[in-house]
């Protein structure tokens, strides 16, 4: 422990004025210190006094003749207890903070007086202290009384008394020199108090802490353990230095204490690892006059000590500190704490082990997350919320710390994730996972804004990659485990845990709810999810759309927003919540709807009437619905009825809302009735609740409960459950029962429930109507049973048949088979069993009435079971039928291999041989080798029996399957292929086994090469090919070395008898050892040296020059130890065996440490070496002047004016001409600097130093200013301080106009600081103002022109103002875009108004400012401006305003780009929106439009527009047809064609193919309008699709003609026409250039021709009724085909 003074806080006087007492508050805020004059001084926590007053005498009359003996903190550091010698303890309120008022909220007298005050701070409310009677009292704040806790059995003096460090305890000294000790109740044993010990003199310094410790006058130490056992003590009674101890205390960890005596202190520190106190130091101080009072403060940084004499000292206290990373700061004020101080502002946090472990080691994360390690424990905190966490831990070290989550730390290791909450003394849960991205863990610890309980801590993590484990943190059960079929990527829990969102790898993104344990997906793609800040709000998007969940509970509802970007984050603060969105260039931010966020918040904190507020507003919409919807099940939850009828009223549930109301009547009418509360407890009312739950039976309860018999049937009879009120009467006895049951049944045929009402019939007795309502309802099978029952004899025939048909009719076969076998009617039954799959009902039927048939039953039943999967069963029936090898196919499909074996065995070979292939390969599976053996053999496939038996190492089974079987070249085709099966599945032994057998060596041997199995392939070589052994060696050898196998390489090259090649092998690979040990061994000594010089050419370094040493080359080892930096060697070696190299050594040495920056070192080694000069030259290149000059002027004074000649030069580099000067001087060199002012053209300094060192250099100095102020001499150059020094000299002398003139040749050319131009020539204006009237308006013209040169255009126009130049300073503000300040010139003189605002314009128009222009007036300019700049929903807006010319104009613009765009459709679109004018201009546009849409194909829709807007073009000409008759009929023709088009796509859409057929058909009449080939495929491709097949192979016949002519044009003029004789259809037109469909589908339409060309049919098209199809498409559509408008069917 170090104990540095820091500051003394209160001087000390010249007399006695002892310090009584000293004590820190437990926040560490406030010093307090009182002494003999009883003032309270307050210190804060860095000793500066803010605050003191004076103690009061316990009578308030009495005098002030009581001295102070104790103060105390109470533990919330708010008040301070002050025990007086008067015999009275005062506990004063002080507050929390500086300022605050001071009043006294405690007092406790006594009948003597105080000696001693503690205040544990475990007991808040109860201060300890100690009587001169010898009583220890507690004063009890809350009673302000006080009790006494012990007293000494003989009433001696309380002399001290402290606390235990945990605040439970304390122990009393007494002036007997006993000690006693008081343990308070602490809730598992009551209070006690005992005599600890007897000590050896009065106890005067006593203090508590990991021991307890006492000392007196007797000046010996003692240390005791709690029991009052003697642990150790130090005896100083023999050091006449040392007097009586006078007070005692431990710092906060309890392991170091101080002791003070008369002038000193000494320090005692525990060591943990002896278990034994150690003196750590004293601390002597002179003049100290006794130590009076000790205070450590709370956090083990501070001591305070205070003297008799009345100063208080403030002492640093630490064991050692050190700087992390350059931010913080650790203090170790013992080995178990630590105080821990960001440097950035001073925020200090206290590290500390409860278990009193070394803290050993500590990291910050992130610059907020601690982490320190103790040899037991791991501690961990967060510095910005204070919060520390210790819990017992045994790592690997290998820990991984997350700190993804502020609440809690997550701890990975060994696979195990442990997760310990800040605050907390204990590990919170451990899960085990492999995934720890921060992305698939999510940790919630009771962030939701309504937590009760402290009890909702989740996690959900990965248990694999396609699998989520929820878990409760604090019961450690595990809630959910969630498979998924894809790899998750993402998880998050919701700030309440209540629903988890997960992501895959194929971007779906998934909810699942905990409390229903449901899983839903919420989007197929997802890019980007997030649960907005604080809500229950989703946010993801979907591509090009950002998608919105207000009500996670509903994820059906959905608010969708289109984006163009990629989400980046969500932003909540301040009332907003925003999506940020990249967009590429610009970053856009889109507002979520906050009253929907905010009533999320509201609903969980249970706010339901703010909830409401908050929905009343907004529209109803599927996201407002869903809310309405959650609120109401929430509030009937709570039983806020009033809340749930808003919101069925608001979902327009119309029925719940006039439900609740009638219940909230009825609540308060018996509230208001009962005098009181809500009503909601009354049977009336909680009946209703149930019924509007649903829960019928519990309602009944009620009601029954209270004697409601009425009421509940009512409840029933209301709800139509006349059952159960029939039930409720019979059972209560009811009168009405029996018209309940009346209109029960009444009520049941009404509403067509024939089966409740045939019960009832039954019931009654009334079969034939029981039987007529069931058969009425559909209910055949009921009627039959009641039929069976009674008995058939009792109906007639025609009953039973109708109930027999009904059976059939329903399928119902099995029953219509009882029933036909009831009535004898065997032959039926037998049918309607074998129809109802009953054949087993159908055999026995048949054995006994019809045993032949039984057969063909048994293999019908059999089909039918294989046909149902239940082939074991079928086998048998199968066997009965006589049917083998349907018995056999079933046997094996349902693995009965025995049973399938006896039926085959009964088979002849051809047939067997199959089956039996099949159960060998069955055996064969299930290791039953010698049956599979059998059953191949059977199957006359011994070969396979081989391979079996070699799979399995079975080589003698195999070998005498295939000696008995098997040819020998059958055998060696089969062993060979399954050697090479065998090779491939890496079972070399077994390959080589089958080789070996058909003595196939060479294969076996090459399968081991390539395998690179080379032992084994030696061994082979060595046994089969000896003759090629030492060829192998070396093959395999360069094959090894080539694969950097070395060791094997080594073997094969040396059986190869090449060591050479082996070390070069080595050498070539730097390993050197290896290479050294071949060379030794088998080419001697000197082989292996060059080997060694070889190695240390290539080493180097230290290693390099020992390897030489080792081999006697000294010289050239001290050489390479230079070179490669290892100097020490170096010197080794040369002071051994070279001494006249050192110099040499030291010198390079010193060159070495100045590279690397040791310049200290590298002077000492340049010295060494003999060589100050180079010294002196590194200080100077490192501009350490200081050092150079020492150097110098030690070793080399010749060099000293050397070093401030370089340093001279070094200040003027840096225009510090002064300092330059200072250094000149003294190198007596005055010229020089001279010289560099001159330079400078700093004539005044060059005078100066002239003057005063080198007086006969004055005159010339003069003489070299005066040239260079007229331009000659050096220096003369026109530069910008030339001018400006010239231009003032002559300003001094009066010549205004020449300076004028001067300061004018100031240009951008002389300088480029602008500002300087500026100033110059504002001043050359300035003068002519002041000095040369006559040359104003010139110089303000010169000045005002070159200040717009350089942008300076507002100080230009003021320049002209000022000589009252209006319109120039117009222009200027114009030029310079100065407009506000141009027009304030217009107001004071309007002739320039109308000229600035013209030039507004102008401006506006050249800088395409549309909307100013339109804000201005000038609308034509802003409307070319708009439709320039494409912002074409402003054109048409601002166009409408201008009147019809103007929007056609602007529309046949914005057509007319568009369709320049290639965007036809979109163009026709302006024309229908903005209208279509008959201009004859735009013709050819409407035109060019029409034929790209038709000749094309198009996007759905785009034919009906360029319908709507030929139809509207066509309209309007209609009204003067005499002026463009002649467009009139070509547009008509147009829109008529498209009118066509349009229709057949909207019937084709509607599967109205046949009325598509006809549109298309009608379509043909306008071949040239539209091209000929897409008509023609398009009117066969509908006919086609509507059945009409000679319709279609005309017209795709005639495509195929088109196609074939556009291919070959000089064939047109030959196509066939005769198919189109007398009609409409035109066959004069231009060919297309090119093909509407691809080749393959006119391949395709060919061979469809061909086909139906082969088996053509005749048949007359058919005939078209207009009427029909007219009422027919208006019936469909509501809508006239021509005009688009409603219309209704005419017939």
């Known amino acids: 422990?170090?104990?540095?003074?820091?500051?003394?806080?209160?001087?000390?006087?010249?007399?006695?004025?002892?310090?009584?007492?000293?004590?820190?508050?437990?926040?560490?805020?406030?010093?307090?210190?009182?002494?003999?004059?009883?003032?309270?001084?307050?210190?804060?926590?860095?000793?500066?006094?803010?605050?003191?007053?004076?103690?009061?005498?316990?009578?308030?009359?009495?005098?002030?003749?009581?001295?102070?003996?104790?103060?105390?903190?109470?533990?919330?550091?708010?008040?301070?207890?002050?025990?007086?010698?008067?015999?009275?303890?005062?506990?004063?309120?002080?507050?929390?903070?500086?300022?605050?008022?001071?009043?006294?909220?405690?007092?406790?007298?006594?009948?003597?007086?105080?000696?001693?005050?503690?205040?544990?701070?475990?007991?808040?409310?109860?201060?300890?202290?100690?009587?001169?009677?010898?009583?220890?009292?507690?004063?009890?704040?809350?009673?302000?009384?006080?009790?006494?806790?012990?007293?000494?059995?003989?009433?001696?003096?309380?002399?001290?008394?402290?606390?235990?460090?945990?605040?439970?305890?304390?122990?009393?000294?007494?002036?007997?020199?006993?000690?006693?000790?008081?343990?308070?109740?602490?809730?598992?044993?009551?209070?006690?108090?005992?005599?600890?010990?007897?000590?050896?003199?009065?106890?005067?310094?006593?203090?508590?802490?990991?021991?307890?410790?006492?000392?007196?006058?007797?000046?010996?130490?003692?240390?005791?353990?709690?029991?009052?056992?003697?642990?150790?003590?130090?005896?100083?009674?023999?050091?006449?230095?040392?007097?009586?101890?006078?007070?005692?205390?431990?710092?906060?960890?309890?392991?170091?204490?101080?002791?003070?005596?008369?002038?000193?202190?000494?320090?005692?520190?525990?060591?943990?690892?002896?278990?034994?106190?150690?003196?750590?130091?004293?601390?002597?101080?002179?003049?100290?006059?006794?130590?009076?009072?000790?205070?450590?403060?709370?956090?083990?940084?501070?001591?305070?000590?205070?003297?008799?004499?009345?100063?208080?000292?403030?002492?640093?206290?630490?064991?050692?500190?050190?700087?992390?990373?350059?931010?913080?700061?650790?203090?170790?004020?013992?080995?178990?704490?630590?105080?821990?101080?960001?440097?950035?502002?001073?925020?200090?946090?206290?590290?500390?082990?409860?278990?009193?472990?070394?803290?050993?080691?500590?990291?910050?994360?992130?610059?907020?997350?601690?982490?320190?390690?103790?040899?037991?424990?791991?501690?961990?905190?967060?510095?910005?919320?204070?919060?520390?966490?210790?819990?017992?831990?045994?790592?690997?070290?290998?820990?991984?710390?997350?700190?993804?989550?502020?609440?809690?730390?997550?701890?990975?290791?060994?696979?195990?994730?442990?997760?310990?909450?800040?605050?907390?003394?204990?590990?919170?849960?451990?899960?085990?996972?492999?995934?720890?991205?921060?992305?698939?863990?999510?940790?919630?610890?009771?962030?939701?804004?309504?937590?009760?309980?402290?009890?909702?801590?989740?996690?959900?993590?990965?248990?694999?990659?396609?699998?989520?484990?929820?878990?409760?943190?604090?019961?450690?059960?595990?809630?959910?485990?969630?498979?998924?079929?894809?790899?998750?990527?993402?998880?998050?829990?919701?700030?309440r845990a209540s629903h988890l969102l997960f992501r895959d790898k194929k971007r779906q993104l998934h909810l699942f709810n905990l409390a229903k344990m449901e899983r839903t997906t919420m989007l197929h793609y997802c890019s980007y999810v997030q649960w907005v800040p604080q809500s229950d709000v989703v946010v993801a998007q979907n591509r090009g759309n950002l998608c919105v969940w207000y009500s996670i509970d509903n994820p059906e509802r959905v608010t969708v927003f289109p984006i163009k970007g990629e989400v980046e984050d969500i932003e909540r603060s301040k009332g907003r919540t925003e999506v940020v969105v990249d967009e590429g260039i610009n970053t856009v931010s889109y507002a979520l709807d906050e009253s929907l966020i905010e009533f999320g918040t509201a609903v969980e904190d249970k706010d339901y009437e703010h909830a409401v507020d908050i929905l009343e507003p907004l529209e109803l919409t599927p996201e407002t619905e869903a809310l309405w919807q959650q609120l109401s099940t929430l509030a009937l939850v709570d039983q806020k009825l009033n809340i749930a009828e808003r919101c069925y009223a608001a979902l327009g549930d119309v029925a719940k809302a006039r439900f609740l109301h009638k219940i909230n009547k009825q609540a308060e009418a018996v509230a208001k009735e009962m005098g009181g509360g809500d009503g909601l407890d009354h049977y009336s009312v909680r009946a209703k609740l149930d019924m509007l739950n649903k829960q019928y039976k519990l309602a009944e309860n009620v009601l029954l409960e209270n004697g409601k018999v009425e009421e509940a049937i009512a409840m029933y009879t209301e709800m139509h459950r006349w059952s159960e009120a029939v039930t409720v009467a019979e059972d209560k006895n009811y009168p009405e029962a029996e018209n309940l049951r009346r209109h029960h049944y009444q009520w049941l045929i009404e509403t067509g429930q024939e089966e409740q009402a045939g019960a009832v019939k039954e019931k009654e007795g009334d079969y034939m109507g029981a039987i007529s309502l069931y058969l009425k309802g559909g209910l055949p099978g009921r009627a039959a049973q009641v039929v069976c029952k009674q008995g058939p004899h009792q109906f007639d025939n025609g009953l039973l048949d109708s109930i027999s048909s009904s059976l059939t009719k329903a399928a119902m076969h099995e029953r219509a088979g009882e029933f036909y076998e009831k009535l004898g009617r065997f032959d039926a039954a037998r049918d309607a069993y074998r129809r109802g799959n009953a054949y087993r009902r159908a055999v026995d039927l048949c054995r006994k009435e019809f045993p032949a048939a039984v057969v063909q039953l048994e293999e019908e039943w059999g089909d039918w079971l294989v046909h149902q999967k239940q082939l074991d069963a079928a086998v048998n029936h199968f066997v009965e039928a006589g049917q083998s090898i349907k018995a056999i196919e079933a046997a094996i499909e349902c693995r009965q291999w025995r049973k399938a074996a006896d039926i085959v065995e009964q088979q002849d070979p051809a047939t067997a041989a199959p089956f039996f292939k099949r159960i060998a390969h069955h055996y064969e599976q299930a290791r039953s080798y010698e049956e599979a053996e059998r059953y191949y053999v059977r199957a006359g496939m011994p070969g396979d029996a081989v391979e079996m038996y070699t799979c399995v190492d079975k080589w003698e089974a195999a070998h005498k399957v295939a000696v008995t079987y098997m040819t020998d070249q059958e055998a060696a085709i089969l062993y060979t292929r399954r050697a090479r099966e065998l090779e491939g599945q890496g079972k070399f032994k077994e390959a080589e086994k089958m080789y070996l057998t058909v003595k196939e060596h060479d294969l076996a041997i090459n399968m081991y090469k390539k395998n690179r199995m080379y032992d084994q392939m030696i061994r082979l070589v060595s046994t089969f090919r000896k003759d090629l052994l030492t060829e192998t060696h070396l093959h395999l050898a360069q094959q090894l070395e080539a694969d950097s196998n070395f060791k094997e390489a080594e073997k094969h090259y040396l059986e190869a008898k090449d060591w050479k090649s082996v070390v070069q092998m080595y050498r070539a690979n730097e390993l050197w050892d290896d290479a050294i040990r071949i060379a030794r061994m088998h080419g001697g000594?000197?082989?292996?040296?060059?080997?060694?010089?070889?190695?240390?050419?290539?080493?180097?370094?230290?290693?390099?020059?020992?390897?030489?040493?080792?081999?006697?080359?000294?010289?050239?080892?001290?050489?390479y130890a230079m070179e490669s930096g290892a100097f020490m060697h170096a010197f080794e070696l040369t002071r051994a065996s070279m001494k006249h190299k050192l110099p040499e050594v030291h010198l390079k040495y010193a060159m070495y440490l100045e590279d690397e920056g040791r310049f200290k070192e590298a002077e000492e080694e340049f010295i060494k070496a003999d060589k100050p000069k180079e010294a002196i030259d590194m200080y100077i290149h490192q501009q350490d002047w200081a050092s150079a000059m020492r150097v110098a002027e030690q070793y080399d004074p010749a060099s000293v004016s050397d070093v401030q000649m370089a340093q001279a030069r070094l200040f003027i580099e840096r225009k510090e001409h002064q300092k330059a000067e200072q250094m000149f001087v003294k190198a007596k060199r005055p010229e020089l600097a001279i010289k560099m002012y001159k330079d400078a053209r700093i004539w005044e300094e060059a005078i100066r130093v002239a003057e005063d060192y080198l007086p006969s250099k004055v005159q010339e100095i003069h003489l070299e200013l005066a040239a260079s102020m007229t331009g000659g001499g050096p220096g003369g150059a026109m530069t910008a301080d030339n001018i400006l020094a010239r231009a003032k000299m002559l300003e001094r002398s009066g010549e205004y106009s020449r300076a004028i003139d001067c300061y004018l040749e100031m240009t951008k050319e002389v300088t480029s600081d602008m500002d300087m131009l500026e100033d110059v020539w504002e001043n050359a204006s300035k003068m002519a103002m002041d000095h040369c009237r006559s040359r104003v308006q010139e110089v303000v013209q010169v000045v005002a022109h070159r200040l717009m040169e350089i942008s300076r255009y507002e100080q230009a126009a003021e320049l002209f103002e000022s000589i009252d130049l209006h319109k120039e300073a117009v222009d200027v503000y114009v030029r310079g875009g100065k407009w506000d300040k141009a027009r304030h010139v217009g107001q004071n003189h309007p002739q320039l108004s109308n000229y600035i605002e013209k030039q507004y314009e102008q401006h506006l128009i050249k800088n395409e400012n549309a909307d100013e222009l339109a804000t201005k007036g000038n609308t034509t300019a802003a409307l070319d401006l708009y439709a320039r700049q494409g912002e074409w929903e402003k054109v048409h807006e601002l166009a409408v305003e201008q009147g019809s010319e103007a929007v056609a104009k602007f529309a046949y613009q914005h057509a007319k780009v568009e369709a320049t765009k290639n965007n036809p459709r979109a163009a026709a679109q302006v024309f229908v929106r903005y209208g279509a004018p008959p201009n004859p201009e735009y013709f050819e546009l409407y035109k060019h439009i029409t034929h790209e849409i038709l000749s094309e194909p198009c996007e759905p829709g785009a034919e009906q527009e360029v319908k709507d807007m030929l139809y509207k073009l066509v309209s309007v000409m209609q009204m003067t047809p005499e002026v463009q008759s002649a467009h009139l009929a070509e547009f008509t023709r147009l829109c008529e064609a498209a009118h066509f088009t349009a229709q057949k796509s909207k019937c084709k859409a509607e599967n109205w193919l046949e009325m598509a057929a006809k549109s298309a058909t009608a379509l043909l009449r306008y071949v040239g309008d539209i091209p000929a080939d897409k008509a023609f495929f398009e009117a066969g491709l509908a006919c086609k699709e509507a059945g009409l097949m000679n319709m279609a192979f005309v017209f795709l016949n005639r495509y195929l003609d088109l196609s074939e002519a556009m291919e070959d044009p000089d064939s047109s003029n030959i196509i066939e026409n005769s198919d189109f004789v007398n009609t409409d259809i035109p066959y004069d037109f231009v060919l297309p250039e090119k093909h509407y469909v691809s080749e393959e589908k006119r391949e395709e339409v060919r061979d469809w021709v061909l086909a139906l060309s082969m088996d053509q049919q005749g048949a007359e098209p058919p005939v078209y009724s207009r009427k029909e199809d007219w009422n027919k498409f208006i019936h469909k559509f509501q809508l006239c085909p021509w005009s688009n408008t409603a219309q209704n069917p005419s017939y």
């Open 1 to 495: 422990m170090q104990l540095r003074h820091l500051k003394a806080i209160l001087p000390p006087t010249e007399g006695i004025s002892k310090v009584t007492s000293i004590t820190w508050s437990l926040n560490s805020r406030r010093l307090a210190v009182v002494t003999q004059d009883r003032i309270v001084h307050l210190f804060d926590e860095n000793g500066d006094r803010k605050d003191k007053f004076s103690t009061k005498p316990a009578d308030p009359g009495g005098p002030k003749n009581y001295c102070v003996r104790g103060m105390a903190f109470s533990p919330d550091s708010s008040k301070l207890a002050i025990g007086q010698s008067d015999n009275i303890v005062f506990v004063y309120k002080l507050g929390t903070e500086w300022g605050d008022k001071k009043s006294i909220c405690n007092k406790f007298h006594q009948s003597s007086a105080i000696t001693c005050v503690t205040w544990p701070h475990q007991q808040h409310h109860e201060i300890v202290f100690g009587l001169a009677e010898g009583k220890v009292k507690v004063g009890q704040l809350r009673s302000n009384k006080p009790a006494t806790l012990y007293a000494h059995p003989e009433g001696s003096y309380v002399v001290s008394l402290t606390s235990s460090p945990d605040g439970r305890a304390i122990i009393s000294g007494h002036l007997d020199g006993t000690i006693y000790r008081f343990y308070f109740d602490d809730g598992e044993m009551g209070p006690s108090h005992s005599k600890l010990g007897q000590h050896n003199c009065v106890p005067y310094a006593l203090a508590w802490g990991e021991s307890i410790v006492a000392a007196g006058n007797d000046c010996k130490v003692v240390f005791y353990d709690t029991e009052g056992g003697v642990l150790q003590h130090f005896d100083y009674s023999g050091d006449e230095a040392v007097r009586e101890f006078t007070c005692a205390e431990f710092n906060p960890s309890g392991e170091t204490v101080v002791i003070g005596s008369f002038n000193r202190y000494y320090v005692f520190s525990y060591n943990l690892q002896r278990q034994l106190w150690e003196e750590s130091g004293v601390k002597i101080i002179d003049n100290l006059y006794t130590v009076t009072a000790f205070c450590w403060k709370p956090d083990g940084s501070r001591l305070g000590v205070g003297s008799l004499c009345g100063g208080v000292d403030m002492y640093d206290a630490c064991i050692r500190r050190h700087r992390y990373k350059g931010k913080f700061e650790f203090t170790y004020v013992s080995n178990s704490q630590v105080i821990v101080k960001r440097l950035s502002s001073g925020t200090r946090i206290v590290l500390k082990s409860h278990f009193g472990y070394e803290i050993t080691k500590i990291n910050i994360y992130e610059d907020q997350y601690l982490i320190a390690h103790t040899p037991e424990t791991l501690l961990m905190g967060d510095l910005e919320s204070c919060k520390l966490s210790e819990v017992p831990w045994s790592g690997s070290g290998n820990e991984r710390f997350f700190f993804d989550n502020h609440q809690v730390c997550m701890i990975y290791n060994a696979g195990e994730l442990s997760l310990v909450e800040y605050g907390r003394n204990e590990v919170l849960g451990t899960c085990r996972t492999e995934h720890m991205s921060p992305f698939l863990i999510s940790v919630r610890l009771n962030e939701g804004r309504h937590e009760i309980s402290d009890d909702n801590k989740k996690i959900a993590f990965l248990i694999d990659v396609q699998t989520i484990r929820i878990l409760d943190l604090n019961t450690g059960v595990t809630i959910a485990t969630i498979t998924h079929e894809a790899r998750i990527d993402w998880l998050e829990l919701n700030t």
């Open 1085 to 1119: 000594t000197n082989a292996s040296k060059q080997v060694a010089y070889a190695w240390a050419v290539s080493l180097g370094g230290e290693a390099g020059a020992q390897l030489l040493s080792k081999f006697g080359l000294v010289e050239q080892a001290i050489d």
